[in-house]
């Protein structure tokens, strides 16, 4: 399973650190995304992280302030968002891909966290 953890309430403008951690298998062969889905809206994937993170992808609403990277040693990935925005505010999700690269599809992602609130108020 995985294990998303590190949301909360900020006010704009602050930070907050999002972690993935998988627990019960590996994940160093296979890419990782985190989506984010805010109330009445779909599932937007957000940032993508390849195997050994030598690759990224950020969607165009949040390049630039967040930041997407992985430890393999702890089978952990991470989301470093900066310069938060009430339009941030959702329920953000950790996800697996089935091969090297997922990119921002749904059905490309087997495995998923329980997901993280995050509250950005202005």
């Known amino acids: 399973q995985l294990q998303a953890s590190g949301g909360g309430s900020v006010q704009a403008g602050g930070s907050l650190r999002l972690s993935c951690a998988a627990i019960?298998?590996?994940?160093?062969?296979?890419?990782v995304a985190w989506f984010r889905q805010a109330p009445g809206k779909e599932r937007e994937g957000i940032s993508c992280?390849?195997?050994?993170?030598?690759?990224?992808y950020y969607s165009d609403s949040v390049k630039g302030r967040f930041t997407i990277s992985r430890d393999n040693a702890k089978n952990t990935t991470y989301l470093q968002m900066n310069s938060l925005k009430p339009e941030d505010t959702a329920v953000y999700y950790c996800a697996r891909a089935q091969s090297t690269w997922g990119g921002t599809r749904v059905g490309a992602y087997d495995y998923w966290g329980q997901g993280t609130l995050v509250t950005v108020s202005s």
């Open positions: 992280i390849t195997k050994i993170g030598q690759s990224t």
């Open positions: 019960g298998f590996t994940l160093d062969v296979n890419a």
